[in-house]
């Protein structure tokens, strides 16, 4: 290799050493023991590279956390729509179907029946009723020994009213 060789002394000038021996390489100093040991104890784990590391790493994580917390509250407020667009078209369903029942005659006639006690013409209509209470001869519905007259019987007993509460009006009589 002809770079290798050294090259002649121009005249005139000093010789210089070559700078390419010394690149990449630290002249060997002999340290104190005890320097030595000190310097291998005082070695920092965090080091300035572990540093800026950390710093991105939480800078990107601070940036992409926003968005990420946007994201899922899009997705869920999406499925909430598309849970609500399902129950909407339910609905619409089934109030397409009473529709078309309402514009049948029969459903009119039996809805006239069922919730208006109406009857056709020559057709005679029943009521029935239940019998009278029997009354022990005291002033209050009769107590039955089983459990479902004592239930019916408290029930009774909590529809009657009570005394005219107070309603505030100063100009009532």
């Known amino acids: 290799m002809a770079r290798d060789r050294a090259r002649p002394v121009a005249a005139g000038r000093p010789a210089r050493p070559g700078r390419r021996a010394l690149r990449g390489r630290v002249p060997a100093v002999i340290l104190p023991p005890a320097l030595v040991v000190s310097l291998n104890t005082r070695r ?5 590279r572990a540093a800026i590391f950390a710093s991105v790493l939480l800078l990107v994580a601070v940036s992409v956390a926003y968005p990420a917390q ?10 909430d729509l598309r849970a609500e667009v399902t129950a909407s078209a339910a609905r619409v369903t089934a109030l ?3 529709s078309t029942l309402r514009a049948q005659n ?10 208006l006690h109406y009857v056709m013409p020559g057709e005679q209509a029943f009521r029935v009723s ?3 209470v029997a009354s022990t001869g005291g002033t209050g519905p009769a107590v039955s020994p089983l459990w479902w007259g004592r239930l019916l019987s408290s029930v009774a007993d909590a529809a009657t009213p009570v005394e005219q509460l107070p309603t505030g009006n100063r100009h009532a009589p």
């Open 44 to 48: 920092n784990p965090f080091t300035r």
């Open 106 to 115: 029969f459903y009119i006639e039996r809805e006239a029946r069922l919730r």
């Open 70 to 79: 946007r994201y899922v509250t899009q997705r869920r407020h999406i499925a």
């Open 130 to 132: 239940d019998p009278p």
């Open 96 to 98: 397409q179907h009473e």
